[in-house]
Each structure stands twice: as C-alpha cells, then as structure tokens.
C-alpha cells in the first residue's frame, strides 16, 4: 500500500496568519497520462469530509483562493494563506493512484 | 440538492451481520462510481470498497475482502455495503461518497452511519 504521510499532526494558528500542511507519499502519485493523483479533504468538526483540491492543485468549487495545492512525485504542500476561524478542522490528503486509496494521518487546524 | 444520504448503521454483536444502504439524489447516479470509506472514532479516513458505474466491478480493501459485499441498484439510486462477521476493529462511522472520474476525487460525501460492534 503506499503510505501518506502528513505534517505536522497538530497545526495553531493565529486567525490572518499563513499556515502550511506537507504530505509526503511512500512513492510517486504520477501517472503515465501526465496527472497526479493527489487530493486534499477538509473534515470540519462534526461533519463529513469535504473536498478541497483535486489532482495536487486544482481548487474544488466554491473553495476559497486563499487555499492553494502544490508538489509533485511525493511531496505535496496544502496551503492556507490568510487562516479565518472557519477554517478548522482535520485536514487529510489522499493518493487515488493505486488501491487501496490512502489517506494521510489527518492534521488538525485549531485557532490559537 | 446534490446529496448522499446513509441509512443502515447501529448497534451488532461480534459475528453478526450488518446491511449499510446510501441514497442518491440530484446527480446522474448511474453514471459514478461509488466509494465506502470508514472512520474508527477518533481516528483516520480508511477506505474500504468501491463499485463501478453499472455494477460490474468491485474492489475491496484487505481487510474486509470476503466478508463485506457492496452493491448498487442504479434504478434505484442507491449503493449498499453488506457487512458479515463483523469484528469489534469494524465499528466506525461509514461513509459512502461519489467518485467524480475526471477529476479522480471523491466529490459528495454522505452524512455517515455509525456501526457498532460490541457484545
């Protein structure tokens, strides 16, 4: 299985700061048609999962710009570029490249 | 409304069996694959099984290959996952969520059912 690797696991932040989630991926999520198969998922206290970004850096409709994906092969950063107080909760990003689809450990955004 | 609505959870004896159904709505169901996807409490995203758009194929993680079954019935609009010899290691909230092909992501998720197994 190949294995995905968050940090940090706990993440504060104080409300207008910058905050930045890195994932890394026991092997290379790039395929031979060009794409990379990287998501990232935000699950708000109490809620499902809700997608954030597909394919490493594509936003997910009605995601706010201050979100942004980036990386390639196995290195892959989430990053939030002014926090607000919505925006807590675990984050995980997820490999689609090869079953079993895996997801990261979670980082968990609290509001300092 | 776009949603995916899971019914099926509760409360289930070490051994016994378990049927999880997800309704559809809002979307052209027949045409997405579907996903279920666990959370034991407290922790991660775990995932668990997927079937194809018309039902031909079925992929399931190790760990429950054998003893869960998903299924679909598209006139229907609906996925369910049948869990047999259910372990106390099963009990979680289970998800199903909708595989958008294109952009290979997992765009609607359900509310979650929680499965409890405990004697």
């Known amino acids: 299985d190949i294995v995905m690797t968050q940090s940090p696991l706990s993440l504060p932040v104080t409300p207008g700061e910058p905050a930045s989630i890195s994932c890394r991926s026991s092997q290379s999520l790039l395929f031979s048609n060009g794409n990379t198969y990287l998501d990232w998922y935000l699950q708000k206290p109490g809620q499902s999962p809700q997608l954030l970004i597909y394919l490493v850096s594509n936003r997910a409709s009605g995601v706010p710009d201050r979100f942004s994906g980036s990386g390639s092969g196995t290195d892959f950063t989430l990053k939030i570029s002014r926090v607000e107080a919505e925006d807590v909760g675990v984050y995980y990003c997820m490999q689609a490249l090869h079953l079993p689809y895996t997801f990261g450990q979670g980082t968990k955004l609290e509001i300092k | 409304e776009v949603q995916l609505v899971e019914s099926g959870g509760g409360l289930v004896q070490p051994g016994g069996s378990l049927r999880l159904s997800c309704a559809a709505s809002?979307?052209?169901?027949?045409?997405?694959?579907m996903h279920w996807v666990r959370q034991a409490p407290g922790k991660g995203l775990v995932w668990v099984s997927r079937i194809n758009s018309d039902g031909t194929g079925r992929d399931y993680a190790e760990i429950v290959k054998g003893r869960f079954t998903i299924s679909r019935d598209n006139g229907k609009n609906t996925v369910s996952l049948q869990m047999s010899s259910l372990r106390v290691e099963d009990t979680a909230v289970y998800y199903c969520a909708s595989w958008d092909v294109p952009k290979q992501d997992f765009d609607i998720w359900g509310q979650g059912t929680k499965v409890i197994v405990s004697s």
């Open positions: 809002g979307f052209d169901f027949s045409s997405h694959w």
